[in-house]
Structures are given as structure tokens and as C-alpha cells.
């Protein structure tokens, strides 16, 4: 029997995790290479080998390049978003095609190792939002030959509060640190969590060290950057009691904390591992109860819209009708409703604050659509985000039927709130 699962992505520049829901443990488990029982990380390679006609991915592609004459294609994630043509045994691949076949292969390779497996639901996570990637990776649905609504991309932001959110409780009794030290550079995150009386706060501080604390920066020297870090958790620390400190990203593979390892355990539980936020985008996946932290408190972050967006019933009720809900990050918020309009040509826009229940409205008018019998107006309103702070209105003439057809009227109205 075919077994569906829940899948979470950690996609990164130079290579990709994969970690997938066990029912039995109830908890994301992460996929080990075949090959390699030591790590997880996939490379980001494909690789064709010009003897067997076959691709190889990830590991067995850095294992095949030696073994055999072949093509080698790199940096797949850095040229995802171009047009641009390579050429692999007679056939033109765009580096977007290769990048997007990579991905594939990689979740099949997870697959495979399951009879009839399928994905029931994949979060891919990357390091931030970028527009152009975002764009590409919208479409791997596709590839996958899954429905829109099965694969959803967050940042390691999201999957990261994710995960802490999915530990024991006792681990964040107070604030909650979190440092990722990656391949551009160091970053700490401290999670704040504050209980009201009427509302539960989650708030993010980003402190981003990455200029003078990065893997290039102490040429190689162990002890300095013990001592730099050192200093910089001192500092941290300091400022507010941390009930737990996690550490992911490449930078702390090695075995250089000393110093630093004093400061960071004196009175917390400090906890290590690369797979971090593949974890949390699995826990995303899977919803359920492993979203709940979202619904008991108010997220902040830099990333997540603060308000909820829609327009007035405009009757003596004068209700709100939501269209596009906040509490998630702007890029993946997108709202959509039909309306029909009763004897007026405006509509009432409200903005919402989640946190204080504090309205903002504005009145938009729709000029020139054609005089029609009450309640044959009807218009598409969409809202969509360009960031957290800042959108846009669409409101579109669909027209009545054959009676009354649309004048394909267009209003545009954006927002700052």
C-alpha cells in the first residue's frame, strides 16, 4: 500500500535536506544520504553520465562524476532564476529546467526508497525571500505532479520558529536564542515571548553580524573567531534572560567552540544540529497541532503582515468582510472575493490591526462603470502584498451575465498601513 508524506525542503545554495513526518515517532526524521550515513546535506549537482545515458543527483552525482565520463552542472541554485542554455548530449537544458529537475530528483530520491510513495504536502524552506526564486519554485508543483495547494515555500525564519515552537515547553520559559552561522555569514535571532492578559506575543530581534563574523573573516584561526563569538554571546546574553540557545549552519560543523561553549551553557540548555529548519518545515507541513503556536499568539516578525485587509458590509450591521487574513508572511498571503454592489459606486477598504483591534478605513470610488439596476454590479477585489507593509487593491468590473457585461474596468489602489 502507497503511503503520502509529509515532506519539509531545507534548500540552500550549495546543497539541500529533506526530512519526512514518521507516524510512529511523531516527529520529522531527516533523510540521510544513501551513500553517506554521516551527513545530510545533498549537494546541489547533477551530473550525466555520457556512458549509462543516466542523471545522477546530489551525492551519487558527486560519486558518478569520478567513476565515469560525464557532464557536471553546478551552481544550479545560483542560476536558478536564468533563461539562460546549456547544452548535455544533444539536448538544451535552461539552467531553470536543470534546477527544477534537481529538486525532483532530489525529493525522488527520498521516494524511491518508500513502494509507491507519494507527497501528501512539501514546505521548502530558504534562507529568505527573494522574488525571482520564489517565482521559480511556485511552479515545482508541477513538476511533482501535485495539486498548487500541495507545495508551499517559507523562509528558515518561519521553519525556524517552527521547530522551537515543537520542543519542550520547559525550553522556552524565557526568551529563546538562535544563532545561524551559514555561508554568508553569522546572524542571531532572539524569540521574545510575552503573555497577556488578552493576547500572547511572539516577537523577533534579528542581529545580523555576517560583515565582520563569516567564514572567510579569521583566515582559518579557530581560536580568534572562539573569542570573537564568545563576545558576541556575552553581549547577547546579557540583555535578556535565554531559556535555550540552538545553533545550525555550516560555520558550527567544526569543532572550534571552546570559550565560547562556557558562555553559552551557564544556566540554559543549548542544543546543536544542520537540520534545524528542514525539521520545521516539516512540522509546517504536517499543520495541524504543529501550527498551533500561530493561533495562541501574535507573531511578529519582519517578514509577517501585522493587519488583516478587507472591506465594509456598508449596511447597519457594518461588518468586516476579510479578504486577505495577516499573522503569515507577506509573500504568502494573497486574498480574493466576489461582490455584488447594491445602489453604490464606492467600497469602504478597513485595515485591521491583529495585535490592537484598531481599524484604518478609506473610501475608494469606482468611476466610470455604467448605470445598472441595484444589485447587478458585481467585481472581483483581490488584495496582494509587494511586503508587510505595503500593498495593493485590485478591483475588477466581472459584469452581470449577458445582461449586463463587464466594461473590463480595472481600479488599482495601494495601500501603506
Known sequence: MSEAYYIGMDLCSDSTQISFYND??????TVNQLNNKETYMMPNILFFGLETGEWYVGSEA???????????????????????????????????????????????????????????????????????????????????????????????????????????????????????????????????????????TISVTHEDYSENFNLAAFGGDNILMDITFAKIVANETKKTYISAIYLTGLGFSEKWLNKSRELLTQGRRVFAGQNIYTKGACYKA?????????????????????????????????????????????????GKISIILDDTESLTLVYRNRKTGEEEREVVKLHGIPKRPNKTSKFSVEVEFENPHHGAFIIKDVGFGKLFPTTNKIYRKEFDV
Do not use: C
Not at 510512529?24 to 526524521?29: K, T
Not at 504536517?286 to 465594509?312: A, L
Open 24 to 29: 510512529i515517532s511523531r516527529e520529522p526524521e
Open 286 to 334: 504536517v499543520g495541524g497541532e504543529y501550527g498551533e503556536f500561530y493561533k495562541k499568539y501574535f507573531v511578529e516578525t519582519k517578514e509577517n503582515v501585522i493587519f488583516d485587509v478587507g472591506i465594509s458590509s456598508e449596511d447597519e450591521e457594518d461588518r468586516f468582510i476579510p479578504i486577505a487574513l495577516g499573522g503569515r508572511q507577506w509573500y504568502n498571503i494573497h
Open 62 to 200: 558527486s560519486e558518478a562524476r569520478f567513476k565515469e565520463q560525464g557532464i557536471v552542472l553546478d551552481e544550479l541554485f545560483q542560476n536558478a532564476r536564468s533563461e539562460e542554455t546549456v547544452e548535455v548530449h544533444n539536448t538544451r537544458y535552461s539552467y531553470r529546467k536543470l534546477f527544477l529537475m534537481m529538486l525532483k530528483m532530489h525529493v525522488d530520491s527520498f521516494l524511491y526508497r518508500y513502494e509507491g510513495a507519494t507527497v501528501k504536502k512539501l514546505v521548502i524552506t530558504i534562507p529568505e525571500y527573494n522574488k525571482d526564486l520564489f517565482r521559480v519554485l511556485s511552479t515545482f508543483y508541477k513538476e511533482l505532479g501535485v495539486e498548487k495547494e500541495q507545495v508551499e515555500i517559507t523562509s528558515h525564519l518561519d521553519s525556524g520558529l517552527y521547530y522551537i515552537f515543537n520542543q519542550d515547553e520547559s525550553l522556552r520559559t524565557n526568551s529563546v536564542g538562535l544563532f545561524d552561522y551559514n555561508t554568508d555569514g553569522l546572524h542571531y535571532y532572539r524569540i521574545d515571548i510575552s503573555h497577556g492578559h488578552e493576547l500572547n
